[in-house]
Nanobody, 111 residues
Framework: VHFVESGGGLVQPGGSLRLSCTAS????????MNWYRQAPGKERELVAT????????NYADSVRGRFTISRDNAKNTTYLQMNLLKPQDTAVYSC?????WGQGTQVTVSS
């Protein structure tokens, strides 16, 4: 099981980023996918989950209404669209399934 995340970077408050996570090593279309984040000195936080078919999603209260999780099973890829970003969204974002996490991509929200 392997994940490669991309799309992070430095963005100003109020800006947007779209993260991608490409998976390999398992049957992607059969599993729920998760996005987590971890800020320095804080515990890892579950940000969003999407069902295997993409028909159901859940979000942490801190991001609901601003972030959108989606997936393309033909590409073994899940996405996290992040809008109205805040400085407190600064963290390393990782995707996960089957109790395996990717290395993550850094998101920094700062003016």
């Amino acid at each position: 099981v392997h994940f490669v995340e991309s799309g992070g970077g430095l963005v100003q408050p109020g800006g947007s980023l779209r993260l991608s996570c490409t998976a390999s090593g398992f049957t992607f279309s059969k599993y729920n996918m998760n996005w987590y984040r971890q800020a320095p000195g804080k515990e890892r936080e579950l940000v969003a989950t999407i069902s295997s078919a993409g028909t159901s999603t859940n979000y942490a209260d801190s991001v609901r209404g601003r972030f959108t999780i989606s997936r393309d099973n033909a590409k073994n890829t899940t996405y996290l669209q992040m809008n109205l970003l805040k400085p407190q969204d600064t963290a390393v974002y990782s995707c996960s399934a089957l109790h395996v996490w990717g290395q993550g991509t850094q998101v920094t929200v700062s003016s």
